[in-house]
DNA sequence: TTACAAATGAGAAGCATTAGCAATAAGGAA
DNA sequence: TTCCTTATTGCTAATGCTTCTCATTTGTAA
């Protein structure tokens, strides 16, 4: 009956675990976010949750970004100052290189940030919880464009 | 007659050398931007231009800094998703560190970033324009006051 | 099935930033 | 110095993303 993708049912299901309540909403749009691949924003989850859903509100899109970064399902990123992307927390830690022609996003690791954070937490004191590292330039594409 | 503090001046140079007017206004923002210890929003900016010039408006503030971005006089970071700050385009490169209990920032310097810049480069074909790491965490009194 | 708190939808509100436009002032030419 | 041209300003209204409000609906544990 309700297009049993049975995809939803695991996202219920993982939702049920966290202790929130398992609302279709949010069953969607972590579906959204997942199988999307990555770095999508409020409005694009917005517009893909009405697919399966044409009533879903932007608010309840918002509200429940807001709860999935509570519990730490989703990660939050700002690429450009204007909007927040979204990503499922993602198994093998990875950073970000933007290119500024097509905003084309690729992920790479980056070994040598564990060591920075040892090195500067030891430095200035600090706990720190969390190392972002975000480069941006020209793809080979945009690259020739440009000249 | 006009407040002789001679900085001011400095700045008009400053700014004549780039090839733009060098109106009270702008002298002012540049001033405003060199002395705060870096890190300020445009309406911190707008505040303390104020004190020296009541009629500035917040437009102008905010054209300014997108003047002096596009100059290279001003670098523009973005610490929380709902502000930018701007600081003087600094003479040696520094990341950021910010504490997540009481907002103060501490800057340090990080010669990997520049292995990290090449590795990436060459990984992925990119001509990489920037490179910005950003930590987030507790400073040694907010760890206290948190356990 | 019932009861109650949690979550939703629709719209208004909030807030940083930008745009539009008439008035002003910077800087080169005369 | 004075004048002209045009960049820049101040004011206000508009924009765009995000959050809030509140009446209505829904999930969940008895
Ligand atoms: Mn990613
Ligand atoms: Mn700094
Ligand atoms: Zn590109
Ligand atoms: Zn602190």
Redesign the interface.
């Known amino acids: 009956m309700e297009n049993g993708t049975g995809s939803l049912e695991d996202d219920r299901k993982a939702l049920s675990v966290t202790g929130i309540r398992a609302t279709n909403q949010r069953a969607i749009v972590l579906e959204v976010i997942s199988r999307g691949q990555g770095h999508l924003d409020a409005d694009e989850i917005y517009r893909r949750a009405r697919m399966n859903q044409p009533h879903i509100s932007l608010s309840t899109v918002y509200r429940t970004l807001q709860a999935f970064k509570k519990l730490g399902l989703i990660d ?1 990123l ?1 690429f450009d ?1 204007a909007h ?1 992307y979204y990503e499922i927390k993602p198994a093998f830690e990875h950073q970000h ?1 933007i ?2 022609g097509c905003g084309k996003i ?1 992920e ?1 690791e ?1 070994p ?2 564990q ?3 040892k090195d ?2 030891r ?18 594409q945009c ?1 020739q464009d440009r000249t």
Chains 1, 2 share one sequence.
Do not use: I
């Open positions: 939050e700002h100052e927040h290189l290119c500024l690729v790479f980056c040598l940030s060591k920075m954070k500067v937490a430095e200035n004191d600090f706990e720190v919880t969390s190392v972002e590292v975000r480069m941006t330039g020209y793809c080979p690259r």
